[in-house]
């Protein structure tokens, strides 16, 4: 059914209103039009006492289209005609009482919409919530100014800031719902509800009205001051936490109409603004993922996984381990020794318990994913196995060995996946005879915190173990994006100029600890010596390896790794990287690892005339940023990703890129891909090929074109490009 807002008038004179848009009833500029019509012909009619405003499908709405925010101007209302109009002058202010039925969701503008109207009965478990700032907007339909008056300032501002909807149990203890009643009885209660308003027997309330949940000016201001504070803190570059402080502010001081036409002001400003078409790209993108060429959209029906063997209990396939037990998932963890085990199968534990601390999850959930796990040492039960995960450290000729025995030891439709970073897919699978049940799982470490599920196919891996795969990524609350297999697959080929650049840099003289503010000052959480350290100096150099033999045109090579490793640094894992690692504190710059950068440039003796470059902090980002942008170029150019938003959201969630720039494509094109590649060239005139721009960068700045234009997916594999 397309959208429509009906009324059903019944003879105990009570006007049912009902939104329609499936499958969220997202509201639309035409839907409020037409509930103020039905507001104003009901309001008009004598038989009708009171209101119901309801969504039918078993949702209430998913808040306002957010289609509109990415082309504001094509959007021609006027925000403060429909907030103060619909939601204050038609709902709140009608004669006649309005009582919200709540079921499933009611988020953002769906949430506001009952919020205008004199009480709310919500169905047990529905979903309430104003996650505006996720999108870089505030809410915008009164939200600002009935949220802290129903719910009080602290739980509106956190409800806010953090985007973190409740459930309509909490909601009825902190009084935003009035009753709860079953999705079989809400109407019928709802109605009896506004019924006893309209005879006085209810209290008739208007929420901007309230004043009782407020407390005093002072209070609010000290945790309007916290607030700013903490969102100066979190969210630096992103100016809707403040601007939506400041529009609950003007509330509480001049009261809730002159705060709606704040609130009004400001949301038409920040509508137009890059952070919102940034981050609606984003929720689009993420969505997109979703569906993948030839894979979800030929009629295949996912097989259920329910027992995953994993090999290798270090870091990464605890983590691995402990997202699938969190997803009722049977996880069966092997290692080599009973030692091994026992510290995989402790980190495993520590893993849910730090979740549980942080309040992620229950003691009752976390009990249960305990129990779904299973400690081996051999392969006796991996018969039973559905899909296998291996996540044992980056060596080829072990990983092969591995493989040709689960071939002999699985059965013949379990999956057969690995969760390297960096290697070949078809070199992994070389020795076995399964090519079509190989797949890459690589995850992001720490796997059971971070969201992005990257899957690697080769031109040999079937179609029904993707979707199976990208299946489980769900199940498990991932994101998983398909790609295609080659030497650091999407998101780490296209970060590895990220990785490797600033060692260039370092080594015309650059101060490391200098380019690691700037990129943090870009709005990464960490800088790329950080993030090495994290990682560690042995993968870093293993790694390494593999993106020089690769990409040897474009690869920096220096001592300085080697060095480092033989002066007994192994970065965060053994407290000594480029910072000091300690317990309980911030990393913080080690300045004794100075002369051993001093020692790696003598060996490599390429500052300009034997002295540092001098560049300025914008330009450090861009010559660590562009190579990354130029090599994105190639992984799109090769078709590893099926479309450039899919390394956007890649390098959101993989990489930490930050949001509101809208990924690394869509950033690229805000840029300009002209601007990339003379820059680009500049630098490879003056610092050697590792800044050569690509054909494909090359042809769309010399066409003006963006960077994202429609990738067709290329049918043949062309990995290892020397582009
Ligand atoms: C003026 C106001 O203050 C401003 C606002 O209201 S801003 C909007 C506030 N609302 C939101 O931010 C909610 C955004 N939506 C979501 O988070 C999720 O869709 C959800 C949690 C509601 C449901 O998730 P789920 O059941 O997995 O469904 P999901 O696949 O995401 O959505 C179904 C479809 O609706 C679309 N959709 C969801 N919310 C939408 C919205 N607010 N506007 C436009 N389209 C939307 C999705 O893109 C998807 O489309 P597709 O099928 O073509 O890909």
């Known amino acids: 059914m397309a959208m429509a807002v009906t009324m059903e008038v019944g003879n105990d004179g009570v006007a049912v209103i009902s939104i329609s848009n499936p499958p969220l009833n997202i509201i639309n500029a035409a839907m409020l039009a037409a509930l103020k019509e039905k507001f104003g012909e009901a309001t008009r009619r004598r038989d009708v006492k009171a209101f119901v405003l309801t969504g039918k499908g078993g949702r209430f709405s998913g808040g306002f289209d957010i289609n509109a925010f990415q082309n504001p101007s094509g959007d021609t209302s006027d925000r403060t005609i429909e907030s103060i109009d619909l939601v204050l002058n038609t709902i709140e202010d009608c004669k006649k009482p309005v009582v919200a039925a709540i079921?499933?969701?009611a988020l953002g503008g769906?949430?506001?919409?009952?919020?205008?109207?004199?009480?709310?009965?919500?169905?047990?478990?529905?979903?309430?919530?104003?996650?505006e700032l996720t999108l870089g907007v505030i809410p915008g339909l009164g939200g600002t100014q009935s949220l802290p008056r129903l719910v009080g300032v602290s739980k509106a501002i956190e409800m806010m800031l953090f985007s973190k909807p409740i459930m309509s149990e909490e909601?009825?203890?902190?009084?935003?719902i009035d009753e709860i009643a079953t999705s079989e009885e809400l109407v019928r209660v709802s109605r009896l509800h506004a019924l006893e308003i309209s005879d006085g027997r209810k209290p008739w309330v208007h929420s901007l009205h309230r004043t009782d949940k407020i407390g005093s000016l002072s209070e609010a201001q000290q945790l309007l001051r916290t607030a700013r504070e903490q969102a100066k803190r979190t969210a630096p570059n992103m100016p809707q936490h403040l601007a939506c402080l400041d529009a609950v502010e003007e509330g509480l001081l001049l009261g809730g109409y002159k705060g709606l036409l704040k609130e009004a002001a400001v949301s038409k400003e920040l509508v137009q603004s890059n952070t919102t078409k940034a981050l609606t790209h984003l929720f689009f993108a993420q969505r997109a993922t979703a569906k993948v060429p030839n894979i979800t959209d030929v009629g295949l029906k996912p097989n259920h996984v329910k027992k995953v063997g994993i090999i290798g209990g270090g870091i990464m396939g605890s983590g691995i381990a402990t997202s699938l037990m969190l997803s009722n998932i049977t996880v069966f963890l092997k290692e080599i020794n009973s030692e091994y085990l026992l510290k995989g199968m402790k980190t495993v534990e520590a893993n849910i318990q730090s979740l549980v601390a942080r309040g992620k999850v229950t003691q009752d959930k976390a009990r249960k994913a305990l129990s779904m796990l299973e400690g081996v040492s051999d392969y006796s039960d991996f018969k039973e196995m559905d899909m296998v995960i291996e996540a044992v450290i980056e060596d080829i000729p072990l990983k092969q060995e591995i493989f040709s025995e689960l071939e002999k030891v699985c059965s013949s439709c379990c999956i057969l996946a690995t969760n390297t970073s960096s290697i070949d897919l078809s070199v992994i699978g070389e020795k076995t005879k399964s090519q079509d049940r190989i797949i890459g799982a690589h995850f992001f470490s720490p796997a059971h915190i971070m969201p992005l599920l990257e899957i690697i196919r080769t031109e040999k891996t079937s179609p029904q173990v993707i979707l199976d795969l990208l299946t489980v990524g769900k199940i498990m609350?991932?994101?998983?994006?398909v790609v295609l297999n080659c030497t650091g697959f999407a998101v780490n080929r296209s970060f590895f100029p990220y990785m490797q650049i600033p060692h260039?840099?370092?080594?015309l003289g650059v101060d490391l600890f200098r380019i690691d503010r700037a990129i943090r000052n870009f709005g990464f959480p960490l800088g790329p010596f950080q993030l090495q350290d994290l990682g560690g100096f042995r993968l870093g150099k293993a790694s390494g390896k593999e993106y020089e033999n690769a990409f040897p045109d474009r690869t920096f090579r220096s001592p300085l790794t080697e060095l480092l490793l033989k002066n007994g640094r192994n970065g965060k894992s053994n407290g000594k990287g480029f910072y000091v690692h300690e317990k309980g504190s911030k990393p913080k710059p080690d300045p004794s690892v100075l002369p051993i950068v001093d020692e790696s440039r003598k060996l490599m003796n390429i500052m300009p005339g034997g002295k540092p470059i001098s560049v300025t902090d914008e330009e450090i980002t861009e010559m660590v940023l562009f190579p990354t942008i130029n090599e994105a170029c190639r992984v799109l150019d090769e078709g590893v990703v099926a479309r450039a938003s899919d390394l956007d959201v890649a390098s959101v969630l993989g990489m930490s890129f930050?949001?509101?720039c809208g990924g690394i494509v869509f950033w690229a094109d805000t840029v300009g891909s002209k601007h990339i590649y003379l820059s680009l060239k500049k630098w490879s005139e003056m610092y050697g090929s590792y800044f050569k721009p690509s054909r494909y960068l090359e042809e769309r700045a010399m066409k003006g074109m963006p960077l994202s234009v429609a990738v067709e997916a290329k049918s043949s594999l062309k990995s290892n490009s020397k582009l």
């Open 103 to 105: 079921e499933g969701l």
């Open 110 to 131: 769906g949430l506001e919409l009952a919020m205008g109207c004199h009480a709310r009965i919500a169905a047990p478990k529905t979903q309430l919530g104003l996650p």
């Open 171 to 176: 909601g009825k203890l902190l009084g935003l």
């Open 477 to 481: 609350k991932k994101v998983p994006i």
């Open 504 to 507: 260039l840099l370092v080594h």
């Open 658 to 660: 930050p949001s509101y």
